[in-house]
């Protein structure tokens, strides 16, 4: 007889949530690209011992949102024009994919999934909560990711869904961005409800080139 295996979930721990709370403070600006982490700062604002914050820290260097140099310590990158570009073409090549496999494999009861996605983020765009806009954005392409039939481009993709969503943050930020990111995920959504793979296709391109170019005007400094 194999060994008993305690399955229980242990509750939230101290790393996870230092994760998140830096994370989301990388998305909303407080953190700025190029700004250094000072350790000592960090563990008197969030509370914490450095061994806890340390080992968050490597978390959220593994998700490419800090850099750690030796000798230097943690930092946020100033990522260039060529690096952004480099990620939303990856995105667009996984992101196209998923959407037109989507719309030939998805559920009923998943696309009651993906419509709850798309109305979580239709009551973001008309809030003033930046963040909500970036979590529920990540949500709606996160059941279209799961529900494309391959694991492995979901496994991709997952890869690069922090940085999506701290360029998603940045161009959120500009005027009427939300509400076109509204409208452009809604044609992606009746694309896939109406099981018509190269309109989903079609929509999720137009969605992640207005993305993109938000992106460039947000780090121009344009509004």
Request: aromatic residues 4%; glycine residues 4%; proline residues 4%.
């Amino acid at each position: 007889m194999p060994p008993e295996l305690n399955l229980r979930v242990l509750p939230r721990t101290v790393q996870q949530e230092t994760v998140e709370k830096l994370r989301l403070a990388i998305f909303s600006g407080v953190f700025e690209p190029g700004s250094r982490l000072i350790e000592s700062q960090l563990c008197v604002q969030l509370g914490i011992s450095r061994p806890s914050l340390r080992e968050a820290l490597r978390s959220l260097a593994a998700e490419r949102l800090i850099d750690i140099v030796p000798n230097r310590g943690p930092s946020v990158p100033a990522l260039t024009w060529e690096e952004v570009t480099a990620i939303y073409e990856v995105r667009q090549l996984l992101e196209v994919e998923a959407a037109g496999r989507c719309s030939q494999r998805i559920s009923k009861e998943q696309l009651l999934a993906l419509k709850d996605a798309l109305d979580a983020f239709e009551k973001a765009a008309s809030s003033n909560d930046s963040l909500a806009r970036v979590t529920t954005a990540a949500d709606f392409y996160s059941v279209i990711l799961a529900n494309c039939g391959n694991p492995i481009l979901e496994e991709i993709h997952r890869g690069l869904v922090a940085r999506i969503s701290l360029f998603r943050s940045r161009s959120m930020s500009l005027k009427g961005r939300a509400d076109s990111s509204l409208a452009e995920m809604k044609e992606i959504y009746e694309a896939i409800v109406a099981g018509d793979e190269k309109a989903a296709r079609k929509a999720s391109k137009k969605h992640i080139l207005e993305a993109m170019a938000a992106t460039k005007r947000s780090m121009d400094g344009g509004s």
